[in-house]
């Protein structure tokens, strides 16, 4: 969710109201929003995009004047590419592709997209796996999520995905992602430039490699980077890691 207006917020989720179906098909996932005031009230219920992967996970951020929502679309010949649509002015667009990565799969990879924003420039990081090539990419768009330009790698050659991003400051985004190792995975960072140049990967962490270890995420304060995440062994629990941004190159 994120603010909207003075008075309400906007919420976007995704909505299996049309995947129970009479009969042996199973429907299909849709990425719906509402806005909630600050007394409860709630708004018109939208449908943003009526067919998506059923479980990825989706992202709103606010620009200088419009919403910016991504999320794993998912066509009828079940390419599962990143779409974005935008509220302006009260009204949502129509779904716009962040990049042809032609990415072919017949499930949900669980794999969702992160966004971050400062004023009108716009980043987006991700997973696919096109011919089961396996990447984390991150685009950058300096009109408010109507256009992102050419994708830049992020990882380091065997990504689990799992990605996340914050800016730093005007000039520079960092991607957080994880990473296979051949003792099991690391959580792993790098900056990105809205130039497209990248930084040295940056391992934050040692983890295990199953669902147990969940979505890293980061933040941003004051003068530090947090990376948090979930440590899934017998004594672990969830780990936070602190990072001065002056060690961030």
């Not at 929003?33 to 449908?47: F, H, K, P, W």
């Not at 009204?91 to 971050?116: I, K, M, R």
């Not at 984390?136 to 990605?163: E, H, T």
């Amino acid at each position: 969710m994120a603010p909207s207006g003075d008075d309400d917020v906007t919420l976007i989720w995704l909505d299996g109201r049309g995947t129970q179906e009479e009969g042996s098909h199973q429907g299909e996932m849709s990425l719906r929003s509402t806005t909630v005031a600050t007394d409860g009230t709630l708004g018109e219920d939208v449908l943003l995009d009526g067919r998506t992967c059923d479980c990825c996970q989706t992202s709103l951020v606010q620009t200088t004047d419009a919403l910016v929502a991504a999320y794993r679309d998912r066509s009828h010949q079940e390419i599962r590419d990143i779409s974005v649509v935008r509220l302006v002015e009260g009204t949502w667009s129509e779904p716009t592709e962040v990049h042809d990565d032609g990415f072919h799969y017949p499930g949900c990879p669980v794999n969702g997209p992160q966004l971050a924003t400062r004023g009108d420039t716009v980043m987006v990081a991700w997973f696919t796996a096109p011919n089961e090539q396996r990447s984390v990419k991150a685009a950058i768009s300096f009109d408010g999520g109507v256009s992102f330009g050419d994708p830049v790698r992020i990882d380091d050659g065997q990504p689990l995905g799992r990605a996340d991003v914050e800016f730093l400051d005007d000039s520079r985004a960092v991607v957080s992602w994880l990473e296979r190792t051949p003792a099991a995975a690391e959580v792993r960072i790098r900056t990105l430039g809205i130039g497209g140049s990248t930084g040295r990967s940056i391992t934050i962490a040692e983890t295990e490699d199953s669902r147990a270890t969940g979505f890293p995420r980061i933040a941003v304060v004051e003068e530090k980077l947090f990376v948090t995440w979930t440590d899934p062994t017998e004594d672990g629990g969830i780990r936070v890691v602190s990072v001065p941004l002056r060690e961030l190159r």
